[in-house]
């Protein structure tokens, strides 16, 4: 239609809005993180929508490291960072930037402050700064050092950069307003003396500017027209235009940069909390960072998780201005929508137990024609050997079925899928009464898995000739939290799932999948859809991680 209307978030309106009255040219946007830890699923609504804000409006995408805290700043952070924004087909392009690369040009910043008398040096601990800043009831207290002349902050600023103090015994603030209602703009501190070493600046600076104050004076510098951020951050919106007008970077808030907030992007009974996972993996509970039961972009990734999956989860949880919880299953269904046409469906006993057609040729193997995808002939077919001897799964054989099973029992005839007709003549137990090999014959006349007289059977299943089968170890997840309890106890720990990952040692799969390489994934016949995992598998000793069960109850809101 061409006069359809199409609805625009808020954020877009403002951007529309800033190009129509002239307040940018060109939109400029960023990822700014923290390397304090690796990303997770509510930072790729971050990333993905600042792209896709500067794609839509034909601008630019900086991809920037908040490096201001070195304590808790690593390298390895850093490179995982980068290939999560990367695999997630964020394009930087040129434009990678660190904080760290304007700590000169912040410096200078304060010292003009401190010249227009915007910022002043102070004594005061953190202990004493915090009662004098008052309540949210209660205005706060002058502090006794705002009184310094310009001459003396300059030499103090000066000496807090050579080194002359020591770690926490001076500071630098803001000059603004300590009855103000909004706590934030009580003469925030700016700077502060820490002898720490930094990842990218070693041992260069041994004083660092505070979030509010870099974070700013970053966006500024690069030329950033919106600051898109998380809500917790409104309140910090008059100290960012305060930092970015004082500095002389724009004139009024209307003007870049101009700081937007948007409601985080919430996930129902996962952990995203950095220092939750952290003492999961110090614990040894999982297996690293990227461990498939959490949801890390990392952990997503290895667990099968595709980029289209995650963009279009992103999409259908839109902007806003008012927080929510998501489903996890609608990631669940995101993912099943992406893969269901792409991935070919092959056959995998992940409990097997061992079936011989006693009427086969012996000796003999046929190549069996297999559609790789029966929603999408696209992919075409594959020859899967068909031999006298296979393996199904266990849960398709019972020795004594309940009315509406379909499936093998004594005397019950079903489809091997794309193959033939069999009937179940007997089976062989051990000393522990577990069902060890079942014995049928077939109707050579139902090659292909159709009667030439018109019979009917009710069941049909998968199979893995035994000869040819490879064997692989096949990892089930489950939520690493207790759903039922909720995410946290009361004294805020973790409510763990002991049953969150189940290994499968002896699975044996069609040999086509004897070639698969780290995050190939595949839908196993009725089974769900699994990948091979980047960290554990081996071309001789393959891994797989489900990524999601075939099917779930979700269904998207409207539908």
Known sequence: MENEVVSKNFIEQIIEK?????HCKVVKTRFPPEPNGYLHIGHAKSILLNYGLAVKYGGQFNFRFDDTNPTKEDTEFVESIKADVKWLGADWEDRLFFASDYFEEMYEAAVELIRKGKAYVSDLSAEEIRSYRGTLTEPGKEDPYAGRSVEENLALFEGMRNGEFADGSKVLRARIDMSSSNI????????????????????????????????????????????????????HRPLYDWVVIETGYKNSPEESPKQIEFAKLYLTNVVTGKRYIKRLVEEGIVDGWDDPRLVSIAALKRRGFTPESIRNFVELCGVSKSNSSVDYAMLEYCIREDLKMKCPRMMAALDPVKVVIDNYPQGQVEYLEVPNNLENPELGSRKAPFSGELYIDREDFMEEPPR?????????????????????????????GNVTEIHCTYDPASKGGNSPD???????????????AIPAEVRLYENIVDEERGVYNEDGSLNLNPNSRTILKNCYLEPDLAGAEAYDSFQFVRQGFFCVDAKDSRPESLVFNRIVSLKSSYKLPGK
């Open 454 to 468: 018109g019979r009917k059977v009710k069941g049909t299943i998968h199979w893995v000739s035994a000869a040819h």
């Open 404 to 432: 509406k099973y379909f499936r093998m029992f004594p005397g019950n005839e079903v489809r091997l899928m794309n193959a033939y007709f069999v009937t179940c003549e007997s089976f062989h137990k051990d000393e522990a």
């Open 18 to 22: 800033d190009l129509s009255e002239g």
């Open 184 to 235: 934030n703009m009580r003469d925030p501190i700016l700077y502060r003396v820490a002898r720490m070493t930094h990842h990218n600046t070693g041992d260069q600076w041994c004083i660092y500017p505070m979030y509010d104050f870099a974070h700013p004076l970053e966006d500024a510098i690069e030329g950033i027209t919106h600051s898109i951020c998380t809500l917790e951050f409104e309140d």
